[in-house]
């Protein structure tokens, strides 16, 4: 069994004279926080020659150096950690002489390369290129690219009580290997003050203490197993005297998800706030790469600085450079932001796709309830909070906020408001770091120089280690367990506390790749032009500690979660303490993940760039597993382009069943396909001819209709369109427009059953629709609210695997109310779950069961929708998958018992 390894922060520079592979860049031994840590562990720690023998003298013959013997007795004389030190040794020294194993020395010329869990060393001509393919422990790694949502999914709840630790699951969240969160944290009850950590990820269960005592090592003070799964969200409170009163926002959080798409959340601190409100902003979700869809890093080898100014209301827009994209898909940024204010004004600065004129509130005052403020937070908007007011502290430097993942709008520039502003003016300035790519584009290229994609990888056991550095040093720091992953970046967390010298000193902390000697990143006054920085020409990550005129200095620590730090080519960290006025510093990194470049994925072709006048002859194919998407609406907003991923990159048009559902009884038409921006009236008052008010309408638009207003009656509980031929643009996309809206939001529910493909495409010729000369007529019955069975006769026109018909539904029994009814014809379709909202105007997905099956869906009103018919309904071209015994699934699912009875005219098949 090997021993644990707990030296700290003992930092030994061997001469050039002791090796050239070790002997030019700091050898540090590190504490790691893992339980498991033994000695197996250390294969990529750099060691230099000497004669070292077995383990059971390898400290002494260490400590026999005298370089090494030295640097000890400085290292003794020099400062008061030497006591840590000296425990550590003894420790480290009581498990050497317990372990078993054979002696051993390595020849003359050759190197310590590791030591092995039996307790022998190994031996190597060149260590330090001898390290392991991969971090301990890994068997394999999740790898992930990311999908921004066209809508954020948004969920909120509260706690109450101590020892808060459960598992979360969110509405509409499917599986996945880890979500993109924006997480909004408020406390209320006399306990509001209280100090709390708040973790959330995949392994985040239990009181595991991640904070210190002032002054003290986070060796000491932090739980022997803080290196998980979880990304952390800080918020100050107790001795830390400041807590903030509107609420705070932890942005661009990288949360790993369970297996069953779940997470844990965990509250810890000295005395925790026993009660407040938990708001969570899902934009985006890192999922397995598949063609067409997910997005990998490209890490732009120079940053670029965009800063604008603001005095008072921002709310405007803000030209990036342009880079590539899925067609005209918007870019996706990695960037740092900086502002600063020139009064104690507290305000979110929202930014992304969609954040000009953000309705209502971002903040809370303190005790409210933010599900109550926010609603439904759906816009693709990252909020940065910015302290001031009744927070009674307020950023005199400036504020970062860093490894931010940002979607822009369709023309590349990114919407910026600062809600809640009283007055304040200042700057905003945007680091770009990079920028992510479709995997469809794997080679796509710009006039920026950049690393290839890279995908993240999660590490199933993170890598925690805590390192101590004193006032203005600048140095590489070299994080066990990375040699030889190919990382170009890593996804860590950042703990970081003063612990001597000048405590209360504000610091902007950069971390990177090329980061030593770092300009100043942090203005001289609140409000001040960013002019005053230094050329940023190097990927490094600003991590800014509040202190001195800030009037705040942390008192438990501060966390920095979600950082996305690039590597040196050697897999080391430079380090750089801009603004340090003589504190000494304890930082503690976990490193929750890798990411290195991307594994090629075998490409469909990509669509033509120009869609030609004439369609062609298309045939269709049925998915096996349809897909669903869902996206929301509001009021008038421009029109928009939405993308289903996994469509079949050849498709010119997609079978698609369309429900929708608004929050009023607002009649508006629902236009989908392509060529449908700015879609013209579509509508008439009544006697009016509708070549009076028409617009242009020749375009290849698929149209549905929710009824309302003057209408007399409207769908409670949504409204479905079966069947629907919906175009797409040669970038995949869906381009949708809400004609008639009056002011409503709402959502649009798809369900993709097949494509439509060009039957002369050579080898991926596939049938056509077949028209009968003769119609057949089909007639059914169904009783009560059971599933049937309708027999569709072959002989007319052979075996078919689908059949386009119209349809008649007429029912004989209503019950009283005339409940609504949604039925179901196809493959597959009995015992069909939910398909309908509970509450007008809701997100479907909360209410919906597996509705991704390949069933026509045919909305029959009734109940709280105002009207049931009378005379019957005709639904038609409704496009109809068959059983494989050439029959059709009938599923009347809804409240109430019923009888009726369809009737079919089946006028053509696909074979």
Known sequence: MGFVWTLLSVVLLLPAGAGQSCGEKDFSILYDSRSYFTVSS????????????????????????????????????????MSLLQADLAVARANITSTSGSAQSCPPGQFVSGITAAGSITCSASNCTASAASPTGSATLPTGSLTMFSTAISWSASWSGSGISTTLSIPGIVPGIALLADVFITTNGPTYN?????????????????????????????????????????????????????????????????????????????????????????????????????MNLRLLTTPMVVTTQFTGALNTAVSLPAVPTFGTAPATWLMDVFATVSISDHQIFTIGNGCQNFPGRNYVNRGEDPAAIFGNMTRQCAPLYYAGELDNFTPYFGQWWSSQVVSTRSDGKVDIMNVGNSGGAGYVLFLLKGYYTPVSFPTATSAFATTPPLALSLLPSPIGFTFANPTTTTRTYYPPDLGA?????????????????????????????????????????????????????????????????????????????????????????????????????????????????????????????????????????????????????????????????????????????????????????????????????DWTNKNEPPESTFGSLNRHCAVCTYYGQQDGFSSNHGQWCGSQVVTLRPDLGIEFTSVGNSGSSGWVYLVVRGSYLNITAGSDAVPGLVLLSSPQILTASYTANTNAIISVPGIAFGPVSVIVADV??????????????????????????????????????????????????????????????????????????????????????????????????????VP
């Open 194 to 294: 209280n100090m709390s950590n708040f973790v959330f990820g995949s392994d985040c269960l239990g009181n595991v203490r991640n904070w210190v005592t002032r002054g003290n090592n986070p060796r000491t003070d932090f739980s022997p197993s803080f290196a998980r799964q979880c990304a952390v969200c800080d918020y100050t409170g107790g001795l830390d005297a400041y807590t903030s009163y509107f609420g705070v926002w932890c942005s661009s959080q990288t949360i790993p998800q369970r297996p069953d798409g779940r997470f844990d959340m965990s509250i810890v601190g000295p005395s925790p706030a026993l009660s407040g409100y938990v708001y969570f902003v899902v934009r985006g979700q890192y999922v397995t790469p598949a063609p067409y869809v997910g």
């Open 42 to 81: 250390l294969n990529n720690t750099c060691m230099c020659p000497g004669g070292f023998s077995g383990p059971g003298n390898l400290l002494t013959n260490l400590a026999q150096q005298p370089e090494v013997s030295t640097l000890i007795q400085n290292v003794s004389t020099a400062n008061a950690r």
């Open 808 to 909: 008649f539904i007429t029912e004989a029994t209503i019950p009283a109310g005339g409940n609504q009814i949604n039925f179901v014809l196809g493959r597959g379709c009995q015992n069909f779950p939910q398909n309908r909202v509970n509450v007008r105007g809701t997100r479907p997905s909360n209410d919906f069961g597996a509705v991704g099956l390949q069933c026509a869906v045919l909305n029959y009103p009734g109940g709280l929708d105002g009207y049931t018919p009378y005379y019957g309904v005709w639904y038609t071209s409704q496009v109809i998958p068959l059983r494989s015994d050439g029959n059709i699934d009938f599923s009347p699912p809804g409240w109430s018992i019923r009888t009726g009875y369809p009737y079919f005219i089946v006028r053509g098949y």
């Open 485 to 681: 992953t190919n990382a170009a970046a890593v996804l860590v967390d950042v703990f970081a506390t003063t612990y001597s010298g000048t405590t209360n000193d504000a610091n902007v902390w950069d971390f990177g790749s090329n980061c030593l000697s770092f300009p100043q990143n942090w203005v001289n006054s609140r409000g001040q032009n960013p002019t005053v920085f230094g050329t940023i020409t190097r990927t490094c990550v600003p991590l800014i500690y509040p202190g001195e005129s800030d009037a705040f200095t942390p008192y438990y620590g501060l966390w920095y979660g979600s950082q996305i730090i690039p590597l040196r080519s050697d897999y080391g960290l430079d380090f750089t303490p801009g603004g340090n006025s003589g504190s000494n510093v304890y930082f503690t990194l976990v490193i929750r993940g890798l990411l290195a470049p991307a594994t090629p994925l075998s490409m469909p072709p990509v669509p033509s760039p120009v869609l030609p006048t004439n369609l062609g002859q298309l045939g269709l194919t049925l998915l096996s597993t349809p897909l669903t998407y869902e996206f929301s609406f509001s009021g008038l907003a421009p029109s928009t382009v939405v993308s289903v991923p996994g469509v079949n990159p050849n498709a010119t048009a997609l079978l698609v069943e369309v429900f929708v559902t608004a929050d009023s009884a607002d009649r508006q038409d629902i236009v989908l396909g392509n060529g449908c921006q700015d879609y013209p009236q």
